[in-house]
């Protein structure tokens, strides 16, 4: 009887020592996930410190549109060669506070809460993350990494090289993308000869690139480029413009 017992108490012993193969699954895919998401940080962040100086070939968006559409128009232009009224005029439209605020405007997110609409809360720093890094679309988690991206971007990229960037990834006519191609699009003229009323047309069609036109303007696009046109003017006096203007 004592040999059975203790026969009993060694196979109780050894069933104690197995591996749980769940706690071990668990911990195996906790480090996968640690390890994915840490490969994906040093990955944008070579990414952000890259463009710094060297132009972004392609987006996510500029990529889907080629394949939807079988081309598109785009040719990068510096900033020095756009007039600087074209760049006013995007800010006025998108981002009025663009020299003022870190990657995220708290008053206009504050508005836009209060409001129950969501436009007019993201700011151009943001804006490039999304065409630059991400893609189109709602969704919590292209949110959740351009909120994480935004503020490297801010860190790393002075302002004028932000603007530089979103002028020329911004989609501005259904297959058009960047102001260069936008400009001999709409005025066939090159960027540098842009008017106040085109660069305001232009920034006028923003919101919605697809159905709106800056050469053929409907009531709603004539009513927003004169409201650009004053807003371009106003920041250049009051200085908010002094951030990425010579």
């Excluded at 540098?192 to 159905?211: C, E, G, Y």
């Amino acid at each position: 009887m004592a040999k059975k017992t203790a026969g009993k108490k060694k196979s109780r012993s050894k069933a104690k020592t197995r591996v749980k193969p769940l706690p071990w699954l668990l911990s195996w895919a906790g480090f996968l996930a640690l390890r994915g998401t840490t490969i994906l940080i040093l990955t944008v962040l070579a990414m952000v410190l890259l463009y710094t100086f060297v132009n972004p070939p392609i987006t996510h968006t500029i990529w889907t549109e080629k394949r939807r559409l079988g081309s598109v128009d785009r040719q990068w232009v510096p900033i020095e060669e756009v007039a600087p009224v074209m760049a006013r005029s995007v800010v006025a439209a998108e981002d009025a506070n663009f020299c003022l605020h870190w990657g995220f405007d708290v008053d206009a997110i504050r508005a836009a809460i209060d409001s129950g609409s969501g436009r007019g809360a993201s700011t151009i720093s943001q804006q490039v993350v999304k065409n630059v890094f991400l893609w189109q679309g709602r969704s919590w988690i292209r949110k959740a990494l351009e909120t994480a991206i935004t503020p490297a971007v801010e860190a790393v990229w002075s302002k004028r090289r932000i603007l530089e960037v979103y002028l020329n990834v911004a989609e501005m006519d259904e297959g058009v993308f960047g102001v260069d191609a936008a400009a001999q699009e709409y005025f066939d003229v090159t960027p540098d000869k842009l008017t106040s009323l085109q660069a305001a047309r232009i920034a006028a069609v923003l919101p919605a690139p697809k159905s709106r036109s800056a050469s053929k303007p409907s009531a709603k696009v004539r009513k927003r480029t004169a409201a650009i046109i004053d807003g371009a003017a106003t920041i250049r006096a009051d200085g908010r413009a002094s951030c990425f203007e010579d």
